[in-house]
């Protein structure tokens, strides 16, 4: 009968087969450098066949198999029916270290697991001739049978269901409700950045264990080579007696030491291993403890949908009776919990979109009833949780979006030509309600036609990592997609490089990873296309939309790696240099400064401590079927040159540091960073620099100081200075300017182009 077996029976294994192995690992190695001890083999034939019983009672075939093979294997070199020689103990070898690998974790190679046992098989059948050996482990080999490979009972062996006990209904006990009290948002908010560095901690760990992995995988090379020269050994250690007394002293020490060092690695790989098992239990309590804390904080924080119904039902009402239509509002999902903080962001986005499907979707009652339809008209708000996300429908069954009419409202205020016009799908001219500025109602009125709200919903939504999305049919009304995530801290995102640097993209925007044959790549309306899973799609290189340098393409037939990217209704391919892995992480504020960064959506920390920019998948989408991508950033003249522009960039914000750095390291300038003016200073004095680009407001010495005293020393008065700062009084820029710097730019508006273009202007 089969059983089910717990972690702490496995624990128990382990321990247990860990001893078994470091007695036969040390157990074989006397045997070999001296002369056969049949105590020692006793001890050996009972430590495997211990080991073949303790792996049968935990399911580990394997293991299980293995031991019996090594069984055989010493009760026949007992029986003097075969020999230990070095070729047969170099498989015995061989067979514990993959038991040694099952135990610590580390999955094993098939085929060679296969050889190893075919091996066994085979030196096994050798002593047959001389005393018969058993096959192949099976039930009647131990008292305990083998667990069924499906792990299910029969259900013959399940125990009868014992009688279900009589239920008095007569009553109805009413819980008693907890006990509550109001904490701020504000705390909350405090407790759960804490719970992001106990996050990062976490993430910290899983690379030191990575580091430990490493060592282990090192040692255990180490290992293998002492094993690969141990025949060697032993032949000299026979032979030590026959040599002459100098040379029998001085390799009697070398012995020593080889026992010694056998021993010490020994040693070595027991700690190794105990520690790496130790950090890996200490990372399983690290991460239950950390997602425990912040799904219980992140459940303090939230509130149901249904606590904004009542100004929703409100709006509806007040916009009916005003525009003298009839309109009902239905919400489904509305018991739906949401982070207090996203809930507030959704709530004026949403008015946004019923005040639209109000005054611009559903028909007056009279045109309604001339198209078949009910007189009062229906909005719904759907809200459901998909995963990490929460998605809201804003749904309405009124005359949907006119494609035609938005075509022509673009043309008419030129945000398109009319050819462009003229090119575009319905799907995208409908998308082109985002637009800021862009209306179709022919009047102004105090609900709508001011040429706002829907690019405010865009906005908003996008400020949360979220995407948008519409849908219309004409005739039959229009549904407009919500989605944000569930955690504004924490993201799963993919890791990839591009540019020769890696960045990150959030996992809920990727369709597909795939590695496409060049070959596949065709061209239609002057741009490349390809076709994955049936759907044609454009494929642009994702360093060419950042202004990256862009990796030559090899021609040696590899195939291209990209990232099918969705968002906003529309789908595209980026080619990237490769793809790294999918991970957890830690979300940190840009900051008000540099968060309007284009194609930057915030920034993350790895667990090795280094800062990553997390990308924003909707800018890049829009890039990406846009105009045609150009080099925008640099100017012809700004080409690269024989020797890379050194740049000195000063800001006491690690963030910005660093997203200061990833930007010129990229456009191919060599860059150095100081933490505040000091700093700076310093690095001025031991180096040459062609550009500074600094903060105004740091500690101990700030922007304009610094740019003082580099304008009046001798040795730094030509060195060009940009002043990059969220300080954007006109008093403020002009006192920058008097201080010598050649340039002075807002954070606010801070575009990476307009950076790399002031830096070839001025050096």
Not at 504 to 531: C, H, K, Q, W, Y
Request: proline residues 5%; negative net charge; charged residues 25%.
């Amino acid at each position: 009968m089969s059983r089910s077996i717990d972690s702490d029976l496995l624990s128990i294994f382990r321990d247990e087969v860990g001893e078994y192995l470091s007695t036969l690992n040390s157990a074989l190695l006397q045997i070999e450098t001296s002369a056969v001890n049949p105590e020692v083999l006793r001890e050996l034939n009972r430590i495997a066949h211990s080991m073949k019983g303790a792996a049968r009672a935990v399911g580990l075939k394997v293991i299980e198999t293995l031991a019996h093979y090594m069984e055989d294997v010493f009760d026949a070199a007992l029986g003097d029916h075969l020999g230990l020689s070095p070729d047969v103990c170099d498989l015995l070898y061989d067979g514990l270290d993959l038991i040694q690998n099952i135990v610590d974790g580390v999955e094993n190679d098939q085929q060679t697991v296969a050889d190893v046992l075919a091996r066994l098989e085979q030196v096994v059948a050798a002593g047959a001739a001389a005393a018969p050996t058993s096959g192949p482990p099976d039930a009647a080999d131990d008292p305990m049978p083998a667990p069924a490979p499906s792990g299910k009972r029969d259900p013959a062996e399940l125990p009868a269901a014992p009688a279900s006990p009589a239920l008095d209904t007569a009553t109805v006990v009413i819980r008693t409700a907890e006990e509550s009290i109001r904490v701020p948002v504000s705390k909350l908010d405090r407790l759960m950045a804490e719970v992001s560095e106990l996050l990062v901690a976490r993430m910290q760990s899983e690379e030191r264990q990575q580091e430990v992995e490493e060592l282990r995988r090192v040692h255990g090379r180490w290992r293998r080579e002492w094993q690969s020269v141990r025949g060697a050994y032993i032949r000299l250690a026979r032979r030590l007696q026959d040599g002459p007394d100098e040379l029998r002293d001085d390799l009697a020490t070398l012995f020593k030491f080889l026992e010694t060092n056998q021993r010490r690695l020994q040693e070595a790989n027991q700690g190794l291993t105990q520690l790496a098992q130790a950090l890996r239990q200490d990372n399983l309590r690290l991460t239950t403890l950390t997602d425990q804390l912040q799904d219980d904080i992140g459940g303090m924080r939230l509130v149901a949908f249904d606590t904004l119904l009542g100004g929703f039902q409100r709006i509806v009402r007040d916009l009916a009776r005003d525009t003298g239509k009839q309109v009902h509002l239905d919400v489904t999902g509305a018991a739906v919990e949401i982070d207090k903080t996203v809930l507030d962001a959704l709530r004026d986005p949403i008015m946004h979109l019923l005040r639209n499907a109000v005054d611009h979707g559903i028909e007056p009652p009279d045109e309604r009833k001339r198209q078949g339809k009910p007189p009062t008209g229906r909005v719904l708000i759907d809200v459901e949780q998909r995963g990490s996300e929460i998605v809201v429908r804003v749904r309405d069954d009124g005359r949907g979006i006119d494609a035609a009419a938005v075509r022509q409202a673009a043309v008419r205020q030129h945000i398109l030509s009319k050819q462009e016009a003229e090119l575009i799908s319905d799907d995208e001219a409908r998308s082109l309600i985002f637009h800021p500025g862009l209306t179709t109602s022919a009047q102004v009125t105090a609900i709508s036609g001011r040429g706002i709200g829907m690019d405010v919903v865009r906005d908003r939504v996008e400020s949360l990592r979220g995407r948008l999305s519409v849908q219309s049919a004409p005739g039959s009304g229009t549904t407009i997609s919500l989605s944000v995530p569930v955690s504004l801290t924490r993201i799963r995102c993919v890791l990839l490089q591009t540019g020769g640097q890696t960045y990150a993209i959030p996992s809920t925007v990727v369709a597909r990873m795939v590695r496409l044959p060049r070959a596949g790549v065709f061209t239609a309306e002057n741009r490349d296309m390809v076709v994955i899973d049936g759907q044609p799609m454009p494929l642009v290189t994702l360093a060419d939309v950042l202004g990256l340098p862009v990796t030559p393409r090899p021609d040696d037939g590899a195939p291209l790696v990209a990232l099918v990217l969705r968002a906003a209704d529309r789908v595209v391919a980026f080619e990237v240099d490769d793809l790294a892995s999918e991970r957890e992480l830690v979300l940190k504020p840009l900051g008000p400064e540099i968060a309007s960064a284009r194609f930057v959506s915030g920034a993350a920390l790895l667990g090795t401590g280094a800062v990553i920019i997390v990308l924003d998948a909707n800018d890049l989408v829009r890039a990406a079927t846009g105009a045609a991508i150009t080099r925008r950033w640099l100017p012809e003249e700004a080409q690269p040159t024989a020797r890379r522009l050194r740049v000195l960039v000063v800001d006491d914000s690690i963030t910005t540091r660093t997203l200061e750095k990833n930007i010129l390291e990229t456009a191919g300038f060599d860059v150095t960073v100081a933490i505040d003016g000091v700093e700076g200073w310093t690095r001025l004095n031991e180096a040459d620099y062609d550009v500074v680009i600094s903060d105004v407001e740091m500690p101990n010495m700030n922007g304009l100081e610094l740019t003082r005293q580099i304008k009046s020393a001798s040795h730094t008065r030509d060195i060009p200075v940009i002043l990059l700062t969220s300080l954007s009084k006109p008093e403020q820029q002009q006192a920058g300017l008097q201080a010598g710097a050649d340039a002075y730019l807002i954070k606010s508006r801070f575009d990476q182009g307009e950076l790399l273009k002031m830096i070839w202007a001025v050096v």
